[in-house]
């Protein structure tokens, strides 16, 4: 085997993946990983054996973590003029009024558990995701994101 051996470098030998889990000049330190699911660790000295097959790296999972946040009412106003109802209509069923509506919808107010509750049954959306977007845009204010709600309304 030549080449350079480094973290995060996969092969494949005696039936099973090898993933090297760190490298130093003379040894590795390496994981292997049977088809049965049994693992087990070990140094390995470098320079590796010559039959095995080197694998292409892990593809890591790419978490997306915007810098930006935006008011739930944004989402809230989208899902509405989908749907081709009016906010009057919305805030009727809802059990609310017309101006308490109106203020999460351009994000003056921040809606509560109950509103939010309201507002899926009604639209027939998740509560859970709305209760969660708002939970977000809290968290990520606190975190000093920038919110970019201005730019929506």
Do not use: N
Not at 53 to 64: F, G, N, S, Y
Not at 78 to 91: C, L, R, T, Y
Not at 114 to 141: G, I, N, Q, Y
């Amino acid at each position: 085997m030549s080449g350079e051996v480094k973290k995060g470098d996969r092969f494949a030998a005696m039936g099973a993946v090898v993933e090297v889990l760190r490298a130093g000049a003379k040894w590795a330190d390496i994981e292997v990983r049977q088809t049965g699911g049994a693992t087990w660790r070990k140094r390995q000295p470098l320079p590796l054996p010559s039959d095995w097959r080197r694998l292409a790296p892990r593809q890591e999972v790419a978490i997306w973590e915007p810098q930006w946040t935006i008011h739930p009412g944004v989402h809230w106003r989208e899902i509405i003029e989908e749907s081709g109802k009016s906010q009057a209509w919305v805030a009727k069923e809802m059990g609310v009024s017309e101006k308490h509506l109106s203020q999460i919808l351009t994000c003056t107010v921040m809606p509560g558990v109950e509103a939010t509750m309201k507002f899926a049954s009604v639209m027939e959306v998740s509560p859970r995701l709305l209760w969660r977007l708002a939970c977000d845009h809290k968290l990520d204010l606190a975190l000093g994101k920038t919110d970019l709600t201005k730019d929506y309304l």
